[in-house]
């Protein structure tokens, strides 16, 4: 069954790209597009895909609170930001609305596509470039982070190396690879993680890591001996 997604972006020529990509995988359709926040809803509604790729910035309704009303619909399609370099601040709040994830606009054909599928599947996505613009930019206050990072108090010390990872925007293989798990352990870790914090998904594991000052690259992270 293919996964069913509509395009939503101000450019034509952005739209037309993105399909041209899609269309050649086999297993994704592109079952509508839309030039601004208000068609999409429209276009969702109709359309009813599994994924959206929204844009964030365009006239009318943007795509943060496009991606709001969307996920809070009778057809909560699931929604992948598309940024580029200067636009942290929207794919934050779009994080916040609800999406799954977020891209770069110029991502590699392969990344766009493993994108839409793992988004479908349920998983979330982060470009790691982003990820880094996102670290940089919203680290906030050390009072903040302090506050917030008492939050993590409830995890162990696995789970926290773990979520220090999944922060800094590593897969779960990479997790894997560099705490010598397997992934079916690490998805179990991260599972915990969301129970125990009360967190949606794996985007939101991220802003709260963000928020707790997990992913400071001047930060030093001590692994566990275990």
């Known amino acids: 069954m293919s996964i ?3 395009l939503v972006d101000d450019q034509a020529l952005v739209r037309t790209g993105f399909r041209l990509v899609l269309d ?3 297993d994704i359709e592109v079952v509508g597009e839309a030039a601004d926040g208000v068609q999409a809803m429209d276009v969702v509604t109709r359309a009813r895909p599994d994924v959206v790729l929204m844009d964030v910035r365009m006239p009318g309704v943007d795509g943060v609170e496009a ?7 009778t057809h909560p399609a699931k929604v ?8 942290d601040e929207y794919v934050l709040a779009g994080l916040r609305a609800g999406a799954s994830g977020f891209l770069l606009k110029d991502a590699l054909a392969a ?6 599928r793992v988004v479908a599947a349920g998983e979330s996505v982060a470009a ?17 982070r302090s506050a917030t990072s008492e ?3 409830t995890l162990t010390g696995r789970e926290r190396e773990v979520l220090t990872l999944v922060t800094r925007g590593l897969s779960n293989p990479e997790i ?3 705490l010598v798990l397997s992934e079916s352990t690490v998805k179990t870790h991260i599972s915990r993680i969301l129970a125990k914090l009360d967190l949606r998904d794996r985007v939101q594991a991220v802003i709260l890591g963000y928020e707790c000052g997990l992913a400071d690259p001047d930060r030093r992270d001590h692994t566990s001996a275990h």
């Open 151 to 153: 939050r993590l108090t």
């Open 67 to 73: 991606t709001r009303r969307i996920r809070s619909g």
């Open 24 to 26: 050649e995988t086999g």
């Open 128 to 144: 790691p470039s982003v990820t880094r613009r996102l670290i940089a930019h919203y680290l906030g206050s050390a009072p903040a």
């Open 4 to 6: 069913r997604v509509v």
């Open 176 to 178: 894997a690879a560099a």
């Open 111 to 116: 990344d766009l596509i493993s994108a839409v």
């Open 80 to 87: 992948i930001i598309l940024t580029t370099f200067d636009l």
